[in-house]
């Protein structure tokens, strides 16, 4: 099942059970997916689908983070009760070790030896950890790797 059809699914399900927030969240997931459908022409693939719910998290996160520096603890409920929803639909994240090995592949099968192939790993590393690593977090590994 595509991540689109499981969004669509879950709204159902969340219209069901009258699950306001996760109702709420869900829509919002499939609104922001159609507005790119609507914005490039073509329809989204499951991996821009991916893309549009990380970003959409990593806001959430943001906002969370502001609104609990400004004490507005009933705010902060609400994005994290968002990010939980969100993160159903997100696959599971790689844990150190993995990441680790993966690094090691990919520095073996293109041959990176010094920092200036640090693009070539990343190039050979992006689809296979989209949404399952923070790129920045996997970017300051390889570095540490290379150098």
């Known amino acids: 099942m595509s991540l689109i ?21 869900v829509r919002m997931a499939l609104s922001s997916i159609k507005q790119q459908e609507i914005d490039t022409r073509e329809p989204v693939s499951d991996a821009d689908a991916l893309t549009i ?13 502001q609104y609990q520096d400004a004490g507005r603890e009933d705010l902060a409920a609400i994005e994290q009760a968002e990010i939980e929803v969100l993160e159903e639909f997100l696959p599971k994240p790689l ?3 993995e990441l ?7 520095i073996a099968e293109t041959g990176a030896a010094r920092m200036q192939d ?8 992006k689809p296979k950890v989209q ?3 923070d790129m920045g977090q996997l970017s300051a590994q390889i570095k540490q790797r290379l150098s």
Do not use: F
Not at 118 to 125: A, D, N, R
């Open 131 to 133: 949404g399952r690593a």
């Open 118 to 125: 640090m693009g070539k790993v990343m190039g050979w590393l």
């Open 5 to 25: 059809d499981a969004l669509k699914d879950a709204q159902k399900q969340a219209m069901r059970a009258k699950d306001k927030v996760r109702l709420g969240t």
């Open 95 to 97: 844990s150190d070790d």
């Open 53 to 65: 719910l990380i970003k959409m998290v990593k806001q959430r996160n943001e906002a969370l983070h």
């Open 100 to 106: 680790q090995q993966l690094i090691g592949e990919a």
